[in-house]
C-alpha cells in the first residue's frame, strides 16, 4: 500500500512522473522503508479539455487503507506534490488526492 495512480497530459513523460511520486511516498516515511509495497502507475491523456486554454495537468490519486489520521494523509500528499512541483514544467496544474479504501471491502491475494 499505497496505490499511486498518476492521470496526465501526454505531452509529460510518464517515467519521470512515476518515479517523482515512488519517491513522494516513500519520503512520507508512512510505508515500508525499501518501498516494497509503493505500487505506482501512470496514465497519459491525449484528448482533455482544462477550461477555455488547453494546458499541462498532472494528478495524482493517492489510495490508502483506511484508519490513518488527517495529518498522516497531509504529509503524504505534502512530500508528493513536493516531488512534483520539481518537474519542470509551465503553467501546468498540479493536484494530489488521498482516498481510503475501506479495510471492510478490501480483498489482496498475490498469486
Request: glycine share 6%.
Amino acid at each position: 500500500m499505497p496505490h499511486c495512480i498518476i492521470e496526465h497530459s501526454s505531452s509529460i513523460e510518464s517515467a519521470d512522473l512515476n518515479q517523482k511520486v515512488f519517491l513522494g511516498a516513500l519520503e512520507s516515511n508512512l510505508f515500508e522503508p525499501d518501498g516494497g509495497d509503493i505500487k505506482v502507475r501512470s496514465i497519459a491523456y491525449e484528448n482533455y479539455q482544462t477550461g477555455t486554454v488547453k494546458e499541462d495537468f498532472i494528478h495524482v490519486t493517492l489510495r490508502i487503507l483506511s484508519g490513518r489520521n488527517d495529518e498522516d494523509k497531509l504529509l503524504l500528499s505534502n512530500s508528493v506534490m513536493f516531488q512534483l512541483i520539481s518537474v519542470p514544467l509551465v503553467g501546468a496544474s498540479l493536484t494530489v488526492e488521498v482516498v481510503d479504501i475501506d479495510r471492510n471491502s478490501y480483498s489482496k491475494q498475490v498469486v
